[in-house]
């Protein structure tokens, strides 16, 4: 169980073989993701539930202004890693920016 802050999160990373298994239970946090198959974001609201595949890149933060609260499951959990990444959208936009 997570509890996220306005403003905070878990910063962009991905797992080489681990899924991770998220359920909404109270507030909202975004996942921003990319992988093989595209990227983008989900809004994890109460009761949604969201899969991320090994090898996908992502993030979650709580863009909101109350504390957000999901259950997180990693699967299998033997084999368990967490790899820092940057998210390459993030990247870019951070380049057109300093331009």
Same mark, same amino acid.
């Given at each position: =169980?997570?509890?996220?802050?306005?403003? %905070?999160?878990?910063?962009?990373?991905? @797992?080489?073989?681990? +899924?991770?298994?998220?359920?909404?239970?109270?507030? &909202?946090? $975004?996942? +921003?993701? &990319?992988?093989? @198959?595209? %990227?983008? %974001? +989900?809004?994890?609201?109460?009761?949604?539930?969201?899969? =991320?595949?090994?090898?996908?890149?992502? &993030?979650?933060?709580? $863009?909101? %202004?109350?504390?957000?609260? +999901?259950?997180?499951? @990693?699967?299998?959990?033997?084999?368990?890693?967490?790899?820092?990444?940057?998210?390459?959208?993030?990247?870019?936009?951070?380049?057109?920016? @300093?331009?």
């Amino acid at each position: =169980m997570f509890q996220v802050k306005p403003g %905070s999160g878990v910063p962009a990373h991905l @797992h080489s073989r681990v +899924f991770d298994l998220f359920v909404g239970i109270e507030g &909202e946090i $975004t996942i +921003f993701y &990319e992988g093989q @198959h595209g %990227s983008g %974001s +989900f809004l994890l609201a109460p009761g949604a539930f969201c899969a =991320m595949p090994p090898g996908v890149r992502h &993030e979650v933060r709580n $863009t909101g %202004s109350t504390d957000a609260v +999901f259950y997180l499951v @990693h699967a299998p959990q033997q084999g368990y890693d967490f790899i820092p990444v940057e998210l390459k959208s993030q990247a870019t936009d951070t380049a057109k920016a @300093h331009r």
